[in-house]
């Protein structure tokens, strides 16, 4: 189980050299309000900044859905990585070299990955700006417009249409193959041994996560090339990359569009280094892939809206009616910006320079409204029948969507009925019995429907109520792991009740008899399988930490727990009393249970302590 013990000071070296803020606000964006850092929580649908980051005490916390931790366990749940591997990342971040003996060769994974990305992308971009072999790429990108501080920045590479390329600076290089294969940089031949590259005499866009480590490619066939092959071809989905989650540029336009609070989303590579080129930072691509929750979930983080540019022709009804969707069923301001008909926004942008593209976006109306226009221009609205198909049409559309839960779901539903019922001076209440239909039409096809079923009872036993004392216990000891000890002698596991609690307990008798720290740190490499128990151990620890007097505390709860030992023996007994028919036996009991009475009332005052108060916080608790 534990191959490759952590010095505990490794850990809270690397917890040193990587604060929370700074790690957190890379991933999402936090604004200062007094001590702490708020922003929107990555870990739940969070509508208004629920996520709480404390610089003082470098925890997290999610006042909505729970979420609590450190950085690393930050780093764990958004990289869905263990422990080792976030404190890994974490520290190379850092600079730090974790050189233990024996590492997990799982652990490195991820850096390992990101690794041989960043080999690759180097490669590929001092082929492109170098190599006689990269100058059609370079003369493409040049008929393009882009100047070379824009290839510079945003990394773009060449990679050779020989079959061998890469695979031989692999070679060359060391370079592990199965690395690279992993990455979607090389595949096997079907026939014979050996590899092959994927990306052949095409321009490379590397794709970067929103900390601009790359994590996949686009590449864009030279049209000058002889080999056969789509136009653009993308990494597969590797364990870095996800086509329908990336965006490409979010690195380069976060931080402007958390300024201007909106981002535009386009559909081409060149597109996005174009409108950067020009100045119009707010701008990323989707990678071949329709806007979706997941990208809105994304982009969340970052801006209140966000404005999708379609050029007129080629935005199509499904294009707009899928914005429509989004719209309705997420809190997000989602709107649409119409180009010139048959201009992509690169060209219009290099014929006209920003301005008309700007002005676009400043004009886009939301997804309703670029509905209803749109219907507008097809139906006769003079006629009450027109303005029904219109209606019709529109809520459809609508009525497609699970409307978002709570208050805000219901506003933005209300809010959206009554414009599309003055728009077509038609009746709210007719509106509405029509989406009623409309969705009774559906529902038969999604079976049980999509409302919160018995899912979230996860782990019943854990999360039943504990006694205050076990809880408090475990708040002591998880503050003050030097306290372990003292309770490892005198407490015996089976006394604690919750399943939650005693499991985080067991574990830290087992660090402290195998002569390890019995800190959390050290716990949680063991846990990871329970990433809520983990949790739940931060929190406890937490309110431990708040209180300066721990030792006297568990003094406390020891004469409590001693006290709760004679309560059920003394329980037990009289059970028996009460069992019992033979005379003698009866008698032999009452005499036990009446001399235990007696110390136990003895025993509590020279605590000068009544027996029943117990430890302080325990009534309040
Ligand atoms: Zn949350």
């Known amino acids: 189980m534990r191959g490759w013990p952590l010095a505990n000071d490794r850990v809270k070296l690397v917890k040193q050299a990587n604060d929370i803020v700074d790690v957190v606000g890379g991933y999402l964006a936090l604004r200062q309000t007094g001590k702490t850092f708020k922003g929107l929580c990555p870990f739940h649908n969070d509508t208004r900044p629920s996520f709480d980051v404390d610089p003082a005490r470098q925890r997290y916390r999610c006042w909505s859905c729970g979420k609590f931790g450190d950085v690393i366990s930050f780093v764990q749940e958004f990289d869905h990585v263990d422990f ?57 990108l040049g008929e393009r417009g882009l100047l070379g501080e824009v290839v510079r920045t945003w990394g773009l590479g060449y990679a050779p249409g020989s079959w061998e390329w890469l695979v031989n600076a692999a070679r060359d290089n060391n370079v592990s193959f199965d690395l690279l294969e992993k990455v979607g940089l090389i595949a096997r031949r079907d026939k014979g041994d050996g590899w092959y590259d994927r990306f052949r ?162 004009s886009a109306v939301d997804a309703l409204e670029h509905k209803l226009l749109q219907m507008l221009a097809r139906e006769d609205a003079e006629t009450v029948e027109g303005r029904f198909r219109i209606a019709h049409a529109v809520l459809e559309v609508i009525a497609q969507t699970t409307p978002l839960p709570g208050q805000a779901g219901a506003v933005k539903m209300e809010l959206m009925m009554t414009r599309i019922a003055r728009r077509l001076a038609l009746k709210e209440e007719t509106l509405w019995a029509r989406l009623d239909e409309l969705r009774r039409a559906r529902r038969p096809a999604d079976g049980a429907g999509p409302h919160r079923g018995g899912q979230g009872a996860t782990q019943p036993a854990e999360k039943a109520r504990a006694a205050p004392e076990e809880r408090e216990l475990l708040e002591v000891l998880l503050a003050d792991p030097d306290l372990v000890g003292e309770v490892f002698a005198c407490i015996a596991l089976e006394e604690i009740e919750h399943p939650g609690l005693r499991r985080l307990l ?32 931060f929190e406890l620890q937490d309110r431990g930490l708040a209180r300066a007097d721990r030792q006297v505390w568990l003094s406390g709860l020891l004469e409590h727990f001693r006290q709760r030992r004679e309560k059920s023996v003394t329980r037990k007994l009289k059970e028996r009393l009460h069992a019992v028919d033979d005379h003698a036996t009866a008698l032999e009991l009452l005499r036990n249970l009446q001399s235990r009475s007696v110390e136990a009332g003895s025993g509590a005052s020279s605590q000068g302590n009544g027996p029943a108060s117990g430890p302080t916080r325990l009534a309040g608790a």
Request: with cysteine; proline share 6%.
């Open 84 to 140: 080792r591997e976030a404190l890994s990342l974490l520290a190379r971040r850092a600079g730090i070299t974790l050189d233990d003996t024996g590492p997990d060769p799982r652990a490195e994974s991820r850096g390992q990955l990101l690794d041989v990305m960043r080999w690759a992308t180097a490669l590929f971009q001092e082929c492109l700006l170098e190599d006689p072999l990269a100058e059609p790429a370079r003369k493409y």
């Open 201 to 362: 005499d095409r321009v490379l866009f590397p794709i970067r996560d929103v900390r601009g480590q790359t994590v996949g490619f686009g590449g864009r066939l030279l049209p000058s090339s002889a080999s056969k092959g789509p136009k653009y071809y993308n990494s597969c989905d590797t364990p870095l990359f996800s086509k329908s989650e990336q965006l490409y540029g979010l690195d380069q336009a976060r931080q402007v569009a958390e300024k201007v609070g909106y981002l535009t989303i386009v559909e081409g590579y060149t597109d996005v280094l174009m409108a950067h080129q020009l100045g119009v930072r707010q701008v990323v691509a989707t990678m071949g892939t329709a806007l979706n929750e997941r990208h809105v979930k994304q982009l969340r983080r970052f801006v209140p809206r966000v404005v999708l540019v379609f050029d007129a022709d080629a935005g199509g009804d499904t294009g707009v009616d899928r914005a429509l969707e989004l719209f309705a069923s997420l809190d997000m301001e989602l709107a649409i910006a119409s180009l010139p008909a048959g201009l992509d926004p690169c060209d219009l942008l290099v014929q006209s320079g920003p301005g008309p593209f700007v002005r676009a976006l400043e």
């Open 506 to 537: 067991q574990g830290l008798y087992d660090l402290h008899q195998s002569g390890e720290p019995p800190t959390l740190d050290r716990l949680r490499e063991d846990m990871q399988d329970n990433g809520p128990l983990v949790n739940k151990a």
